[in-house]
């Protein structure tokens, strides 16, 4: 099945022998196998715990208020666990982490920094530099790095300078502080490789860059997640000296693990447990609270530690003092059992082995692409995807109701955020975003992930999409929930989409697709196609909503809530996912066809209601109005007042872009083989021709005997893309902008009834508070809905063939079929990252010191989204999350056997 096109089964691809022969393919395989269980230990400690909702029992909501980076050195969490560097069982039961101290910050570096959402002039955000550089699928090797500042870190400096700042100024960043100038600083590589599934190695390898000798302490942690302070009765774990060099831990299903180290200054222990009288205030308490390693570190509170060196929270003190352009190395080893003489004996070679064994995976995973700096991006996104794995555990019911071993939280929560989701409940890894700005799943973010994961591990992409299926997730209505804040939120239902990238990628790498999963996560997906059909087709007439849609500011209205001017919003954007949603349904169906006759009646349901759909947009009501406008040539939101009066948003965005997503092409030999729905197909074709001719060809072949089913027609899909590859309007250096760049000058603005609103084209971030501010539709390229695009276009192109062109970009008499356009794309979004002939990559804009300096220039972050005019990385810096399609990007423009940029075969 090519990723695009119709399905098949044939001989594996060169590459998968290749993979399957390395080592660490070797352990994916054990892993699939259920042999080996490679993937129990990993990077599951999420960057962030603090600030997130699962953590918040007040009464009003105000998660970032609740728990904050202050309160989080002493204060137990219930729901997991953060650190720098860190990593735990796939149940989170215990972790291990990276803690650090300069001699003069105020507080022990235990997790990373930043701002809440109130604080930072642009929202949350981090305020650290770090960076993920490598990680193998099983986690047999994983290399990140932190960049800790001689001097203080400027805590009170980032919070006072981005309150200072506003909507219209940049974020003031770690980087501006000056904290790394002249090389003061020190490079803290963190890597991890396992000997065995559970035998883990940790080494810290602390680099001094600057030009004088500078003391470090370092001091790898491990400990137990709190479990037993919520539930009388619950086991509590334990940790214990074993001499000088090594802890003992003692789970009750864990069993016994030993952490072995060398030579540290002292063993810390305390408990995982808050301190009561810090946090909440009141008269001291006995007790060695979760603080006490910082107590002792930091402010030299011998007595803080517990002397008998037992708890659930344990740290071997490392003191380094490196001379200038030195390094100095931690080593540490987990180990199941007793203490095991001689653990560090095949330490280094262990070490050695599991990094050149990543090289030889990722060599023959990239062994197409000729370019090194695209080898250095692609390897780089796959390892930020690979770390951004959680644990997240969350039990909505049991958060509303409160533990019985604290105090009752407020009433008003059982009726507050979340509290029609108490099915929901979870403990598990999940692909997330962003570890510490977005340390939650969000449904759409999850699909995307997933299809860029299946590049190096199928298994857990399937399992994934799968779990975001279950009924501990989806709500029984069939709703899938969207996000931490707001599970009942509405996120774009790319679900289907997804799982058929994960089968038809499996399919082109072995050969045969996994028909199980297809059919399991379909019968899933049909509840879900059903709840939207009930909830958001409010008329009954084939129209979607679905409010905020992931678009967050890009319309007048915040689209989650109720409209300022009253009426209902048509949704372009919504109906044409919901039509999307119909035709990978039903190519899903047909697949499954290919086996089991019964989904060919399922299949014509699809057909059906995407034909009915596609009406709909043309023909709203019944009544003649449409989502496709006559005088501009691209299709709106129709504001529909309570009066009865109609209008269209003539607002240029991307919700007049997202109906060419709206496109399927199937090959003639799909249909052949489901003759029944062949047959349905033809009668309702012939029954109903009104909406035949709404729709796009789904009775004439095209090239190579396709057929094609889209909403737009080649008229207006030539028309949108007439403004989409316009350079004044939608079309970057660096891909499609998220709003047309004619409202910089010109704004778009909307009055009624007293109401005004304006939307402004902002290419950077975002200059209003609508929807939280963090992010923006307004301007910046957005890596996910190009990536829609791009596919979108190939498929038009494989029905069309070269024959049909445009003008890429528009004006310029250029001439390209569409698959050459969709190239265009691809390399415009790549080139983001690359570096130019001079040297500099476009995602570092103006930073002198990110693009020039050796220690930073080729260490990369994924932004969320990127400046629509110079393409700088904005929003959150470590989204690999959906920004991970970089790598897919990268690897179908060099794909063997793929079709050319000119169209023609290569």
């Known amino acids: 099945m090519s990723e695009t096109g119709a399905s098949g089964s044939g001989a594996s691809n060169p590459v998968a022998s290749d993979l399957a022969a390395t080592a660490e393919g070797r352990r994916l395989a054990e892993a699939d196998a259920g042999t080996r269980t490679w993937r129990q230990w990993g990077p ?207 789970h009750q299903t864990l069993g016994v693990l030993t ?198 591990d199928a298994r857990f992409a399937k399992d994934q999409l799968l779990l975001l299926c279950q009924p501990w997730l989806m709500h029984p209505n069939g709703q899938l929930p969207a996000y931490e804040w707001n599970f009942g939120d509405v996120n774009p239902p790319v679900h289907a989409w997804a799982a058929l990238r994960i089968y038809a990628a499996e399919t082109a790498r072995h050969g045969k697709g996994d028909r199980a999963f297809l059919e399991s996560v379909f019968i899933k997906l049909l509840l879900n196609f059903t709840w939207w059909v009930n909830r958001k087709d409010h008329g009954g007439r084939n129209v979607f909503q679905g409010g905020f849609l992931g678009l967050d500011n890009i319309g007048v209205f915040d689209r989650s809530l109720p409209l300022p001017v009253g009426g209902t919003l048509t949704q372009s954007d919504g109906t044409s996912w919901m039509a999307m949603f119909c035709l990978h349904m039903l190519k899903i169906a047909l697949e499954l066809a290919r086996e089991d006759p019964a989904y060919q009646d399922i299949a014509s349901k699809f057909f059906e209601h995407f034909l009915l759909i596609g009406g709909a947009m043309t023909n709203l009501g019944g009544e003649g109005l449409g989502l496709w406008d006559d005088q501009d040539d691209f299709y709106y939101d129709w504001l529909i007042l309570d009066s009865g009066e109609r209008m269209p948003l003539r607002l240029r965005s991307m919700v007049g872009l997202i109906p060419l997503f709206a496109v399927e092409v199937f090959d003639e030999e799909l249909f052949a083989q489901a003759p029944a729905f062949t047959r349905r197909m033809e009668w309702f074709l012939a029954h109903r021709p009104e909406l035949a001719a709404l729709v796009s060809r789904p009775q004439t072949p095209g090239a190579g005997g396709r057929r094609l089913l889209a909403v737009a027609r080649a008229f207006r899909m030539k028309s949108v893309l007439a403004r989409m590859l316009d350079e004044t309007e939608f079309l970057s250096d660096h891909g499609i902008r998220a709003i047309s760049r004619v409202y910089r000058d010109r704004p778009y603005v909307f009055e009624r009834d007293g109401f005004r609103a304006e939307v402004r084209y902002a290419p950077g971030e975002s200059d209003t508070g609508l929807f939280g501010g963090n992010s923006n539709w307004r301007g910046p390229v957005w890596m996910p809905v190009n990536y829609l695009m791009i596919e979108s276009l190939e498929k038009f192109g494989m029905f069309y063939g070269d024959g049909l062109t445009v003008e890429c970009p528009t004006g310029s008499g250029r001439m390209l079929s569409l698959a050459a356009v969709a190239d265009e794309l691809r390399t415009r979004l790549t080139r983001l990252f690359l570096r130019d002939p001079q040297g500099r990559r476009p995602v570092f804009g103006d930073n002198a010191r990110l693009q020039t300096d050796p220690h930073f220039r080729d260490h990369l972050w994924f932004h969320e989204y990127f400046d629509g005019d110079d393409g700088r990385g904005v929003g959150a810096s470590h989204q690999t999350g959906w920004t991970g399609l970089i790598a897919n990007l990268i690897d179908e423009l060099h794909r063997p056997g793929r079709r050319a940029a000119g169209g023609g075969d290569t």
């Open 44 to 250: 599951y400690v999420s960057d962030r715990q603090w600030g997130t909702v699962r953590e918040d029992y007040s009464a009003n909501g105000n998660a970032w208020g609740y728990l904050t980076h202050d309160a989080a050195r002493s204060r137990a969490y219930r729901w997991g666990e953060d650190a720098i560097g860190g990593w735990c069982d796939a149940a989170q039961r215990l972790c291990l982490g990276v803690a650090l101290w300069n001699g003069v910050d105020p507080i022990l570096k235990e997790r990373l920094f930043g701002l809440g959402n109130a604080e930072g002039n642009h929202g949350e955000d981090v305020k650290e530099v770090y960076y993920y550089l490598d990680a193998t699928p099983t986690h047999s090797y994983a290399r990140m790095l932190y960049k800790y500042p001689h001097a203080a870190f400027p805590y009170a400096r980032l919070v006072e300078e981005n309150g200072r700042r506003g909507k219209h100024d940049r974020e003031f960043e770690l980087i501006d502080s000056g904290v790394f100038d002249d090389n003061r600083y020190f490079d803290v590589a963190i890597e991890y490789a396992k000997a065995d599934v559970d035998d883990v190695l940790l080494r810290i390898t602390a680099t001094n860059l600057g030009a004088a000798p500078a003391r470090l302490h370092v001091l790898p942690q491990i400990w137990f997640r709190n479990t037993w302070s919520w539930q009388p009765g619950t086991d509590k774990p334990a940790l214990s000296a074993e001499g000088d060099a090594a802890v003992r831990a003692v």
């Open 259 to 456: 952490l072995h180290l060398e030579a540290p200054a002292a063993l810390l222990f305390c408990d995982n447990d808050t301190n009561v009288p810090r946090v909440f205030g009141g008269a001291p308490r006995p007790g060695f609270f979760k603080d006490a390693i910082h107590q002792r570190v930091v402010n030299g509170r011998v007595d803080a530690v517990n002397p008998v060196r037992t708890g659930t929270k344990a740290a071997a003190l490392h003191v380094l003092d490196i001379p200038p352009g030195k390094r100095a190395v931690v080593r540490v080893r987990l180990c199941p059992g007793d203490r095991r003489p001689g653990a560090f004996a095949d330490f280094d070679a262990i070490m050695r082995a599991r990094a050149a064994e990543a090289d030889a995976y990722y060599a023959a995973l990239q062994a197409h692409i000729p370019d090194r700096d695209m080898r250095h991006v692609q390897r780089q996104a796959l390892a930020g995807m690979l770390w951004s794995k959680q644990y997240y555990g969350y039990d909505v019911a049991e958060w509303l109701a409160g533990d019985p071993g604290q105090p009752s939280p407020p009433a008003a929560r059982r009726h507050g955020r979340n509290s029609a989701w108490t099915h929901l409940g979870t403990s598990t890894v999940i692909a997330m975003p962003d570890k510490w700005e977005y340390p939650w799943f969000a449904a759409w973010d999850w699909a995307f992930h997933l299809v860029t994961l299946a590049l190096v």
